[in-house]
């Protein structure tokens, strides 16, 4: 099994190839490829639903702290502010997030918190550029992977190294497989699974309430933007000056001398300024 990045771009030279990926995945988990691939449609079939659902429904989440933004998007007067793409993305970003908060059915990618990141830019890309559902369904394997050899480093929770790791990692993938998915070379795919995970390093997890939702909430959408940025940036040839492999130990180093109090507590950062202790108050008093 491939540990580093270093390993990946040997074996895979120019093309990635997500066959061989999911052969030896599947051979992990001691189950048939195409069962595997079949697990992995059911996945993606799942975020498109959730995607849906999202769309449709603007209940606010419980604590009433997110649940109504995407009719908010839907009715943008700014037309010409993002291409259709970015627009695409961040819609189905929100949708998706906001369906985690009224407690929906999501597929977490990788984690809760990060879950609208990966699928809204794959499902926005599929739409915009005409791809298939198995073309969608090879781009989340190379996600995968790419989220695997991170974890295997990092563990993707907001409590071990803040959201650097969640949503942070999620950015990363998902610029990665949308590189891939836009026939980028391996080099291109890690240069942008790199870009976006070096400007993300440092990103706290301080929730509001302890909830995942401010500000987990806007910031998918704003990282699935920010997974774009570094995808067109690879893709024009612009490269990480620092590899893949030394920015995830440069995350890791980062999480380790992070407060606790910025890790998942809500103990500090937004958690504790003067609106989110109102916003305690009120959920106590209601």
């Known amino acids: 099994m491939l540990s580093t990045f270093d390993e990946f771009k040997n074996k895979f030279q120019n093309t990635i190839n997500p066959d061989l990926i999911i052969k030896e995945q599947a051979f992990l988990s001691d189950i048939s490829k195409d069962e595997l691939r079949s697990k992995i449609f059911d996945i993606f079939s799942c975020m498109k639903n959730s995607i849906r659902n999202g769309l449709k429904n603007n209940t606010l989440s419980r604590s009433g702290l997110s649940g109504n933004n995407t009719s908010l998007l839907i009715q943008n007067g700014y037309e010409n502010l993002l291409s259709e793409f970015s627009k695409k993305a961040i819609l189905y970003s929100f949708a998706i997030i906001e369906e985690n908060a ?84 391996t080099d291109k795919v890690l240069n942008s699974a790199a870009l976006a995970l070096k400007n993300v390093l440092g990103l706290t997890c301080d929730p509001v309430l302890g909830l995942v939702e401010v500000p987990c909430v806007k910031r998918n959408p704003i990282l699935a933007q920010h997974a774009i940025t570094a995808s067109y940036l690879a893709l024009s040839g612009i490269e990480s000056k620092i590899p ?28 504790v300024v003067k609106s989110a202790l109102k916003f305690k108050i009120d959920n106590i008093l209601s």
């Open 102 to 185: 009224r407690m929906g059915k999501i597929a977490a990618c990788p984690t809760a918190g990060s879950s609208g990141i990966v699928p809204g830019v794959l499902i926005a890309a599929m739409e915009e550029f005409d791809k298939t559902d198995d073309d969608i369904v090879n781009a989340l394997i190379v996600a995968g992977e790419i989220g695997r050899i991170i974890s295997d480093k990092v563990p993707p929770a907001g409590a071990v190294a803040g959201c650097q790791a969640e949503c942070g990692l999620a950015s990363s993938m998902a610029s990665g497989s949308l590189t891939f998915l836009l026939e980028g070379t």
């Open 244 to 271: 893949l492999d030394e920015i995830v130990d440069a995350m890791k180093e980062t999480g380790l001398l992070m407060s606790p109090k910025l890790k998942e507590s809500s103990e500090a950062g937004l958690a």
